[in-house]
Structure formats: C-alpha cells, structure tokens
Nanobody, 126 residues
Framework: VQLVESGGGMVQAGGSLRLSCQGS????????VGWFRQAPGKGREFVAA????????NYVDSVKGRFTISRDNTLNTVDLEMNSLKTEDTAVYLC????????????????????WGQGTQVTVSS
C-alpha cells in the first residue's frame, strides 16, 4: 500500500488542523493505521492509531482530548483532527500502516509499522 499525507501547514497556538492519510494500491481496510511525528533532532514518536474496524483507537497522553483519529474505509483514508494545538506539536507528521488479521487490534509501536508516507509539516507558532 502507498500512503500520502496532506493537510499540514502553519497555525497559531490554540488553532486546529486536519491531516489526511490517503491509501492507494491496496485497500486500507486490511491495515491498522497510525500517525507518528518527528520533531527536529528527535526520534519518531507515536501519536495515535486506529484499528481496522475503526472501533478501537489509542493516543499518546500528550494529545488525548485534543486529537481525534478516524477512518473511512470506503474512501481509503485515515484522518487526524488536531485541536488546541500547542507549539510542542510542531513536527513532521507521518502516517504508517501495518497489515493486521484481527479487526480491533491497535498497534502503537514504531517497529510494528512497515509502510510509511513521506510526511506533512505542521508548525504551531506562539
């Protein structure tokens, strides 16, 4: 599966952005999809992930209550709605995918993912 992220940009603290991960080549319904981010000089950090069915989600503590991950398997997309953005959310955001045979499992570890997009830049200014 090929993944392409979109929706990044520059926003002031407290603002919102909606990122989208578009899959092609294979249907995303076979994959757990996660969003990760990488700030300059730092490693890739887990942000959120969603099960194949969409019924299960998982978030890193720092974004709980602010970010929402969702998927539309008919459109082959997984979105990340980001509200109340903070300067520390500034990073390149990447979506990853991993094949999963159960419908409600959520992968949260970086090395569980083997398909990646190129990323989209999110910059939050104070």
């Amino acid at each position: 599966v090929q993944l392409v992220e979109s929706g990044g940009g520059m926003v002031q603290a407290g603002g919102s952005l909606r990122l989208s991960c578009q899959g092609s080549g294979r249907t995303l319904s076979h994959y757990v999809v996660g969003w990760f981010r990488q700030a300059p000089g730092k490693g890739r950090e887990f942000v959120a992930a969603i099960s194949r069915s969409g019924a299960k989600t998982n978030y890193v503590d720092s974004v709980k209550g602010r970010f929402t991950i969702s998927r539309d398997n008919t459109l082959n997309t997984v979105d990340l709605e980001m509200n109340s953005l903070k300067t520390e959310d500034t990073a390149v955001y990447l979506c990853g995918a991993t094949v999963e045979y159960t419908t409600d499992y959520v992968a949260t570890m970086l090395d569980q993912y083997n398909h990646w997009g190129q990323g989209t830049q999110v910059t939050v200014s104070s």
